[in-house]
């Protein structure tokens, strides 16, 4: 009998996004990444697009798209992210889909995915509809076909989810062997399954998982299970099997039994992330093992929806209800202290996830009857309109999120012509329901403490919608959403004392998050001191347009005036501003923002201000910036981490730029003498030494403006010489982008037309990086030069051979760590 191979990766990221900005903020722990999505996506989501399979010498023989080759999943969050943030890795993964669609006769290796991951038994049935047309929504709205399965988040499974798959038109599902409980053959002469014979009990993963299985639902529907292979499995996310590809083939041609009588389907199961992120070089792995099992004929690479069409189920299988794969108790994982855990802490317990899951369920509740209550005035059908909503929400990470596209939403769902206010509003009901649906994501029950980062960013999500609810009904239940939260947070008691419970940390993470209309505009303001700010500055989930703007300085003292409108690109609401920004110098910013005073007071108090700052005192300035715009004042703690950072670099490079004449004075003047220190082996000086670092950082910023032209890579070679003499590190990160950039782009001319001067010219960038001892991330080089090589095989039938160039390719090839074999 023929045998069937299919290796699934679930894909998925929490989302990380602050949830007033649409951004994720600078993540420390996941340095030197700027967060963990990028990290992640380097380490996995990124290789596995381009994966090599190398000789023993390392050198590249093949790179494969390994998304081609598996079945796979991406949850919707973490697509949005890569579409934004990696486009090029993006449209890989849905490349690999059209691949597999013409390779796999017309069945695409991806699934979709209940939305946003939560646990679905624990949901209502609404919600349980919500996540998955949200999740079959985005995946058409990305890979342009219907999705044939779907990824159950953590495999939690229940029939009454089952049930809402099988009615929304999925055909099949994955879970764990232990979830199966007994099986019976489906009778040939019936499609219900009611007279199939004796139950076969099949609990404690007795189940065969290499074929699938039929689960009967109410109202004559039913869905296809696949139950992956558990201890193949469990090796390949646990057991470092990934760490020899040979192991991995012959782990995988052991689960194959000559004793069995169909077509087998061996199939395996983990967080994608394991092919790369958890073990390294598992893309390599999974390159390498799935081109042996094609060469050796071991088995016939397939997808779960080319197999079921070629194989439909003969057995129909009952199930263990509200059991998931990663939590022996079955759901408690996510709502109690079941004793399931990540591990590394001993000694600490996760009493706080019950009070976590009720706070957040009674919130949730509290929101459905705001939604249902003010939705109507606006909403024909409100919780049809929620469905619809991920049109929406797509549009908006598109890009695409105009007047247009809100007006053809409405068209279908506003309960009369709605003004702009009446728009609004149930922009801000959705928007707290899409906010209601994220805060259960599963991550935040999953780990070890409520103060942890996945526990800390649901509560965001939380705030969020709390925030949203009092805008929409702040004299009614909106306003008192988060205190029935906060209540319910101070019995989740985290493990470190020092954070205490979960309204503690609610105050310490989430409010310092919240991000209003006034505090963007200081944000924008202080930033305009040392940036020129165009007319339409996009800032994270809003708009800037400057209406007006002035600054004026005197000596260290600078003061910018201005006022703009600022529009939110999720509920399109518009509020105009106006803002004071005054800089003493150094760290000292005073700013105040306040509600637009019409034309003639706004250029009245512009005039007063200006007034005050050249003939005033400095108090004067400030008590009028106040008494102007209001008594809330922000400073550089109010900007967010990263912006901070980038300020504060700024205002350093600033107050020594006055220096830099002296500094270079110094350095010049002493030079001989030092040179003969140094000759003599006599210690340096450590003032001379640091004046010295400070002229060469100064003069490679200055080169680096000039990139990426050659005489700049000259100069910059000749500083970072000059460097090394005094045995002085620089910063080099900027010059080693954009030499990557420059190298990047000559190799793709060299792919697009074969040239001697492109070759000539991706030589001469590897010899400078080499010179510079710079270190070049050549991954992407090394893609393009495979393809190099692929189009001169297509391309040189025939034609006569340029020995000399083809001498310049192999001495490429060998930079790029590629085999290469001459023609003949």
């Known amino acids: 009998m023929k045998r069937y191979l299919c290796i699934h990766g679930h894909f998925y990221q929490p989302p990380r996004e602050n949830p007033w900005l649409d951004e994720i903020e600078l993540q420390d722990s996941a340095t030197p990444y700027h967060d963990w999505n990028e990290r992640i996506s380097a380490e996995c989501y990124l290789p596995n697009t381009a ?39 993006y449209r890989r993964i849905l490349e690999a889909d059209q691949i597999s669609l013409r390779e796999r006769g017309g069945h695409g290796n991806a699934l979709a995915q209940a939305y946003n991951h939560i646990i679905m038994p624990l949901a209502s049935r609404r919600d349980k509809v919500t996540q998955v047309r949200w999740g079959i929504s985005d995946f058409e709205s990305r890979f342009r076909r219907k999705p044939e399965g779907m990824w159950l988040p953590e495999t939690a499974v229940d029939l009454e989810s089952l049930q809402v798959l099988a009615e929304e038109g999925i055909r099949f599902t994955l879970l764990a062997p232990h979830q199966a409980k007994r099986i019976r053959p489906i009778p040939t002469d019936s499609a219900e399954g009611d007279s199939g014979g004796e139950w076969e009990e099949v609990g404690g993963m007795k189940i065969d998982p290499t074929r699938p299985y039929r689960c009967f639902l109410s109202d004559g529907l039913f869905i296809d299970l696949f139950f992956y292979d558990g201890p193949i499995s469990h090796a390949v996310a646990f057991d470092r099997l990934l760490g020899s590809g040979e192991t991995f083939v012959e782990r995988l041609r052991g689960g ?115 939604f249902e209550g003010k939705g109507v005035k606006w909403l024909k059908d409100p919780w049809q309109a929620r469905d619809h909503y991920i049109t929406l929400i797509r549009k908006r990470e598109e890009g695409a999120l105009t007047w247009e596209a809100t007006e053809a939403f409405f068209s279908k769902h506003q309960s009369h012509r709605l003004n702009l206010l ?53 004299s009614g239940l ?32 989430v409010k310092g998050a919240v991000v209003d209309a006034e505090r963007v505009i200081a944000h924008f303001a202080i930033a305009s001191l040392f940036e020129e700010q165009p007319y339409g500055t996009p800032l994270y989930s809003y708009q800037i347009d400057l209406q007006d703007y002035q600054k004026v300085t005197d000596g260290t003292l600078t003061l910018a005036i201005g006022r703009a409108h600022i529009t939110s690109k999720i509920t399109l609401g518009i509020e105009e501003a106006i803002f004071g920004v005054l800089h003493f110098g150094g760290h000292d910013f005073h700013c105040a923002v306040g509600a637009m005073l019409g034309i003639e007071g706004y250029e009245r108090m512009k005039s007063d201000l200006i007034d005050k700052f050249h003939h005033g005192s400095q108090a004067d300035v400030v008590r009028g910036l106040y008494q102007s715009l209001g008594e809330r004042s922000f400073s550089l703690k109010d900007l967010l981490i990263e912006v901070r950072r980038k300020v504060l670099s700024q205002v350093s490079q600033t107050l020594f730029r006055q220096y830099e004449t002296i500094w270079r004075q110094i350095y010049l003047d002493h030079q001989r003498f030092m040179l003969y220190l ?44 000059e460097a090394k003499k005094w045995g002085i590190e620089l910063e080099v990160d900027e010059v080693e982008r954009s030499l990557q950039s420059l190298l990047e782009e000559q190799m793709e001319r060299l792919v697009q037309t074969g040239s001697r001067e ?9 010899n400078i990086a080499d010179r510079g001892n710079l270190h070049i991330d050549l991954w992407e080089t090394q893609n393009r030069f495979h393809l190099f090589v692929l189009h001169r095989k297509t391309q040189r039938q025939g034609k006569p051979l340029d020995h000399s160039f083809l001498e310049n390719v192999a001495k490429l090839a060998g930079r790029l760590s590629h085999h290469w074999s001459n023609p003949t």
């Not at 008192?480 to 954070?499: M, Y």
């Not at 003032?687 to 000039?706: G, M």
């Not at 492109?758 to 590897?766: D, I, P, Q, R, V």
């Open 51 to 89: 994966a090599r399979i190398v000789d023993h010498e390392n050198r590249i023989l093949e790179i494969v798209n390994n998304y081609s080759k598996i079945s796979f999943n991406f949850g919707p969050t973490l697509l949005s992210w890569l579409e934004r943030a990696h486009p090029n890795v």
């Open 678 to 721: 140094q000759s003599t082996q006599a210690k340096l000086l450590k003032t001379y030494l640091a004046t010295a670092e400070q002229v060469l950082h100064h003069d490679l910023r200055e080169e680096i403006a000039l990139l990426p032209h050659h005489p700049a890579f000259d100069r910059i070679l000749r500083i970072l010489d």
């Open 758 to 766: 492109a070759l000539e010219e991706t030589s001469y960038l590897l």
């Open 478 to 509: 909106g306003g008192k959403v988060e205190g029935l939260l906060l209540e319910r947070l101070k019995e989740a008691k985290s493990n470190l004392p020092e954070l205490g419970d979960g309204a503690l940390i609610y105050q310490r993470f």
């Open 256 to 370: 194959f039994s000559d004793a069995r009588e169909w077509p087998q389907l061996l199939h395996i199961a983990t967080d994608g992330e394991s092919y790369g992120h958890h073990f390294a070089h598992g893309d390599m792995a999974l390159a390498y093992s799935l081109q042996e099992i094609e060469r050796q004929e071991i088995a016939e690479l397939t997808n779960y929806g080319e197999y079921l069409s070629k194989n439909p189920p003969t057995y129909e299988v009952d199930l263990f209800e509200k059991t998931s794969w990663s939590c022996f108790h079955g759901v408690e994982r996510w709502r109690s202290n079941c004793g399931c855990h990540s591990g590394g802490n001993p000694g600490w317990n996760q009493q706080w996830r019950q009070p976590l899951r009720e706070g957040l369920d009674a919130m949730k509740k509290s929101l459905d009857l705001i």
């Open 422 to 474: 009446e728009r609004e509003q149930a922009l801000k009901l959705l928007e707290m329901q899409r906010n209601g649906q994220l805060m259960f994501t599963s991550c935040a029950w999953f780990f070890d403490d409520i103060s942890g980062i996945e526990a800390t960013q649901i509560l965001k999500y939380a705030g969020r919608a709390a925030q949203l609810a009092k805008e929409i009904d702040a």
